[in-house]
């Protein structure tokens, strides 16, 4: 089952990037517009049968596909395992707009509002029917926090570097996160997500051998995003010593 929602997932944030193609039904390929058969769109199964191309235009089909997959249903498993059950909903649809976000992100550097911004109002509202483990005041000031921070950020990186070195799309994510994980979450995130995204770009600068690379910033801040809620009780006890 979470499978078949990570393949959801996909789609959706494909569907996102190209919002043309939002009310089509049918999975087709990106290249040759041909719609693909039910065989060949079998969540991991079909990438791999395929060897990564279509079956048609023999267009190489992007890995993201598999990838998010694999980790959607990792995710929510452990979320399952991990989270109290009532919590689950809320947290559900928090891990779903954060993969759609990875997804997007680490394809056309894009994040959409529709999973981040227009989900703040839906984690007050879990907040105040107790679905999420902080209250209404906490999620109000975690999104704020969230904002302010990043803004702050890219308001320094501005007016040192002279260039943007964040985008809109990030600061609207860390204030999703707020919302759904308070102050303490945001402040997680950020840490864990800068912490994965420095060591990750000296990687990559090491291996193409290049001074400036140009990363997304949203897998990281949602990968921290998601070590928060899956380690909530031992960060707690951890950042309050
Ligand atoms: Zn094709």
């Not at 279509?54 to 694999?70: D, G, M, V």
């Not at 950020?153 to 919302?179: F, P």
Request: aromatic residues 16%; glycine residues 6%.
């Amino acid at each position: 089952m979470f499978l078949a929602w990570g393949s959801y997932l996909n789609s959706l944030g494909y569907r996102l990037l190209h919002l043309n193609s939002f009310f089509q039904r049918r999975s087709f390929c990106p290249s040759c517009k041909k719609i693909i058969a039910w065989y060949d769109n079998l969540p991991i199964v079909s990438w791999f049968n395929l060897r990564g191309q279509c079956r048609s235009c023999k267009q190489p089909i992007s890995w993201l596909y598999p990838f998010i997959e694999i980790i959607s249903t990792l995710l929510f498993a452990l979320l399952y395992n991990y989270t109290e059950a009532h919590y689950f909903p809320a947290y559900f649809i928090f891990f779903s707009a954060l993969i759609v976000t990875i997804r997007t992100d680490l394809d056309q550097m894009l994040i959409s509002r529709y999973v981040t911004l227009y989900l703040v109002p839906i984690a007050y509202l879990a907040t105040v029917y107790n679905q999420l483990p902080l209250s209404c005041s906490m999620a109000i000031i975690g999104s704020l926090f969230g904002y302010f921070l990043l803004w702050c950020a890219k308001t320094i990186s501005k007016a040192l570097l002279g260039q943007d070195g964040m985008g809109q799309g990030d600061l609207e994510l860390l204030a999703m996160i707020g919302a759904f994980t308070g102050p303490l979450g945001c402040w997680v995130a950020l840490t864990i997500g800068s912490f994965l995204g420095t060591i990750i770009t000296l990687i990559i600068m090491a291996i193409r051998q290049q001074r400036i690379v140009k990363i997304p910033f949203g897998p990281y801040l949602a990968a921290g995003a998601i070590f928060f809620v899956l380690l909530q009780p031992a960060c707690i006890s951890y950042f309050s010593i």
